[in-house]
C-alpha cells in the first residue's frame, strides 16, 4: 500500500503567499525589501508626501487619527521618506506592509489592507517613466501571466508628478467570465515629486525617481476570484484552508 | 463633476465623437470616468476631477477645453479664452453699489453687479434641460443661471436681493471675519451659529451677515419672484480658510468644493460678467454698474523645458514640432529659443508650474501608449536582506514543519491601550495591544470548524503582526492550540505549545523573549527576539499556493462528517477509494481526510473521515445518507474490496 505522493498538504494565507511572490518577483529586479511604522506622524504620512494640511488631496484618503495627532498610516508610501532619507541613490526598493483607511466595509472595501509601494531613485536622466512602465508590465505579467495587458493612463497623487494609474486586463484561455477583457484599475504610480526629494533630503536637480503602490487584496481577490475583501483579515481559517500548497516543497524545506 | 454631453457639444461646431469614444479619449488622456448615464436624451459622463484638475475642470468649459486638445478641434465659443478686451466691461463702476473687504487674506478678490428690473420667473427650456441633466433642480431663471456659470466656468456666484439690502446712499457689501456667536440662517431654513474661523458676507449699512463667505447664501436678501434688482457676488474666498470654515459648521456645498481647491484669482471677473450677460439674456433688466476689490494685476508663470529633459523624463523621442504642436493645441503661449521651449500657461491652469507639470502635459497628449516600457539597467544597486522579513518567514517555516496554520485578525478592536480620535464603529474603536485576543477568537471558530479544516485532534493557528502598546509598536508572533477531544486535554495543548517553542528557538537560536502563555495561547515580541540576531544572509525559500487552487466562498450552511473504514487488498491504491467517494459525493465532499490504516492477514484496512457540505442549503440526514449508500455500494463491488 502506497500513497502516491508521499506529502502533506499545509494552507497558506493569501497575503504572505502574494507578498512571498512579490519579494521574489522584484528581488529578480535588483529591488530589496524595506518597511516601516504602521503608526505614523503626520509629516510621514502626509506632509513629507506633498499632502499640505487642510488640503482636499487629504479628502483622498479617509484618516485614522490617534488623539496625539499621529495616524494609522494610509499607505506604504511613508516608506519612500524614511528610505530616502537614510540613504544615497541608487534606491531600489519594495515595501510591503499593512495600512488602514476610515471607510465603511463592504464586499470591496476593508478598514484594513495590504499594499506595496515600489520606489527607484537614480541619477538624472538614467531612469525614466519608461523604465516604470517596463517594470509595472514585468510585474503584472509574472504575477497573472503571460495574458495579461497593461495600460498606463493619467492620474492624481500629490507625492507624483505626473501621477499615472496602471490597468490589467487579462486575455485568452482560463481567464474567468468575470474578469474577461475587462480593464481593472490596479495600481497608482508616477514620477516622484521634487518636493518629495527635497523633503527627504535628495536635491532633485541631481536626482529623479518613480514610485508605484497597490493593495496586495485586489491582486489576490483578481488571482483567486476571491469575492469579498473582508475574509482576508477576519481570521475563519475556513478561508485559509481554501489556499492549498504543494506538499512536496514542504518536505524539501525540511531536508536544508 | 456630473458632465453634459449636450453641454460639452455647444462648445464644437461640428458633432463630438460619440460617448464611448469620448470615454476613452478621457480615461486614457485625462480624467477618470466613474461612469455613464441617460438622461432624457442627453448622456451624462460622471468624471472623477482629483484637485490637480479642480481649478479648471468643474465646469464644462475646461472639459471641453481638454476635448478640443486632445481631439485636436477648435473650441467654436470660449468664454475665458482669447483677448481680455471683454474684461474692460468690469471698469463700468456702479455709482449704488460698492465693497468693503476687510480681510483681505479670507477674500482677495469680491466682484459684483447691480442689475436692475430684472423679471424673475422659469428659465428657459435650455437652462432647465442643462441644469436637470447634471442632478440639478431648477430654482428660477436668475438663480438658475448662477448654477449654470458655476458648472460652466467653475466660478461659484450668488445673487441677492438689492431691495433687501439697506441703502443708506447707496448699498454697501462688506467681507468681514464672524464674530463668536454670530447667527445667520441660510436659504432652505437652517441656522447656523458662526465664530471668528467664518467669514461672511454683510449688509454694511447695517452689519447683518447676508452670507457664509465662499459656502452658501442667507435667507435675508433671497431672490424670491418679487425681485426686481439684484446684486450679483462673484469673488474668490481662501482655500483652507473656506475649506475649515465648511469642516466646523459641517456645511459642504458645490460652492465649497470649488474654492477649497482654489480658484484663479483672474476667475471672478469673467464669473461676474457672463452672470450678467446670462441674466440680461433670460430675465432681463440692465447693469447699472459692476464693483471689483482686486487691485492686482495677473502674474504669467512660464514654465522651461528642454527636448532633452523632455526625453530623459519620459523615455521617448519626442521632436521639439512634436511638442510644438502639441502646445499649439492647447493654444498656449509659448517661444522656442534653441532646445529650450517657454510656455505660458494660461491663468486657469494653476496645476501647471514646473517642468515635470508640462512634461506631463506633453506626455498625456503625445499618448502614454506609445512611451516604450523598459527594463531598468545594469547594474542594479546592492541588494540587503530585511531582517524582520528574513526572520518572519522563518518562523513561518517552523509553523509550516510543526503544523500550524497562518491567519490574520483585525488590528481595530474594541480594547487596547491606544484609542482612536476618529473612528467607524463602537467595536472598532481602539487598536490592539496585543494578538491573543484576537487569535483567541480565531482559535474558537477554528474548533467549531475543525473537521472542514482537517482537524480531528488539535487545531493549531498562530498569527505575526505589529501590535501597540503603551510602549510603542512591535511585532508580535502568537500561537495558538486548542485540543478537540477531551482527554488530557490541558495537558496536551501545554505540551503542543513547548514544542513550537522549543523548535522556533532552535531555529532561531535565541530565546523567545517577553513570552506570555494564556489559555492555549504562547505569545511573544518577535522584534526584540530578533533585535540582537545576525541579519540571515537570504530569504527561507517557503512554498506559494499552489497553480491549481481555485477558491469558493464559504458555505453558509453546515457541514455533516461521516466515517467510512474499508479492507482493500495490499497492493490497492487509495484513490481506488477517494476516487469512488468524489465520484457519488461530487461538490458535496470537502474534504476526505485518512485517519486510520492497518495491515493484518494480507489486507489493510483504511479508514476515512468525510466533510459534506453544501453552497447552497442545509444538507439533511437522509441526502447524505444517500450517497455513503452509493459509495459503500461501489467500494463493495470491488474485488477483494469490503466496507467494514
Known sequence: MTDANNTRQVAIHPITSAVREIVRIFDKLGFSVADGPEIETDYYNFEALNFPKDHPARDMQDTFWLPDGRVLRTQTSDVQIHFMEEHEPPIRIIAPGKVYRSEATDMKHEAQFYQFEGLVVDKKGKINLGHLKGIVEYFFKEFFGDNTEVRMRPGFFPFVEPALEFDVRLVGEGVPEKLQGKWIEVMGSGMVHRNVLSNAGLDPEKYQGFAFGTGIERLAMMRWMIDDIRNFHHGDMRFVHKFIAELEQVDKIKDK | MKVSYNWLQDYFAESLPSVSELEQVFMLQALEVDGIEEVNGDSVIDLDVLPNRAHDCLGHRGVAKELSVLLDRKMKKDELGGSTSKLTELSSRSTKLSVEVQDQEWCPRYTGALIKGVKVGESPKWLREKLEAIGQKSINNVVDITNYVMFDLGQPTHIFDADKLTDNSGIKIAVRKAKRGEEITVLGGDKYELDDSVAVITDANNDTPIAIAGIKGGEVAEVDEDTVNIVVESAKFHPTKTRK???????????????????????????????????????????????DSWQGESQEHKVSITIAGLNNFLGSDITMEQAVDIINRFGWEHEVSGETLIVTPPFERLDVRIAEDLYEEIGRVYGFENIKGKMLPSPAPEKFINKEWAYSELVRKVMLEEGVTETMTYTLTDKGDIKLASILSADKDHIRSNLRVGLSDALERAVKNAPLLGEYNMVKIFEIGRVFPKGGEHTSMAIGVKALTKKKAEQREQEALEIVRKALEQELGAKLADVTINNGILEFNLSDTIANLPTPSEYPKLPLIGKGVKYTPISPFPFVTRDIAVWVPENAQENEITDVIYKYGGELVQRVDKFDEFKTDGRVSLAYHIVFQSQNKTLTDDEVGQVMQKIEGELNSKENFEVR
Do not use: W
Open chain 2, 245 to 291: 470654515a465648511s469642516a466646523k459648521i459641517k456645511l459642504r456645498t458645490d460652492a465649497v468644493q470649488r474654492f477649497e481647491n482654489e480658484i484663479p484669482i483672474e476667475l471672478p471677473a469673467y464669473g461676474v460678467l457672463e452672470v450678467a450677460r446670462l441674466i440680461q439674456e433670460v430675465a432681463g433688466g440692465e447693469v447699472e454698474g459692476f464693483v
